[in-house]
Nanobody, 125 residues
Framework: QVQLVESGGGLVQAGGSLRLSCAASGRTTTTYAWGWFRQAPGKEREFVAA????????GYGGSVKGRFTITRDNAKKAVHLQMDTLKPEETAVYYC??????????????????WGQGTQVTVSS
């Protein structure tokens, strides 16, 4: 079994920054593709960002392009999401996800095998 644990969520003012992290433990390998998703109250979960096994390919949801950056640390079996210029409407629970079945998971939730429990991000206006 593989467990994913997110950290770094919290309360920030609009225009501020947060850095989320997600680490894998258990029966892990280093060759995971990672993704970040978020779910706001009353809304469906949406894709935020993804990164490939090698880190050479990344993708972002349209609303976060240019403000969010996804990176990976294979040595620590972790992925990070740097979020800048945050907006109140981005208040949500943020989830990390991982897959060992694909080079790049992209925005499809069904691609991912493992999910974290989520971390709350609250952006005040």
């Amino acid at each position: 079994q593989v467990q994913l644990v997110e950290s770094g969520g919290g309360l920030v003012q609009a225009g501020g920054s947060l850095r989320l992290s997600c680490a894998a433990s258990g029966r892990t390998t280093t060759t995971y593709a990672w993704g970040w998703f978020r779910q706001a109250p009353g809304k469906e979960r949406e894709f935020v960002a993804a990164i490939s096994w090698s880190g050479g390919s990344t993708g972002y949801g349209g609303s976060v392009k240019g403000r969010f950056t996804i990176t990976r640390d294979n040595a620590k079996k972790a992925v990070h999401l740097q979020m800048d210029t945050l907006k109140p409407e981005e208040t949500a629970v943020y989830y990390c996800a991982a897959t060992g079945r694909a080079y790049y998971g992209g925005q499809l939730e069904r691609t991912y095998d493992y999910w974290g429990q989520g971390t709350q991000v609250t952006v005040s206006s």
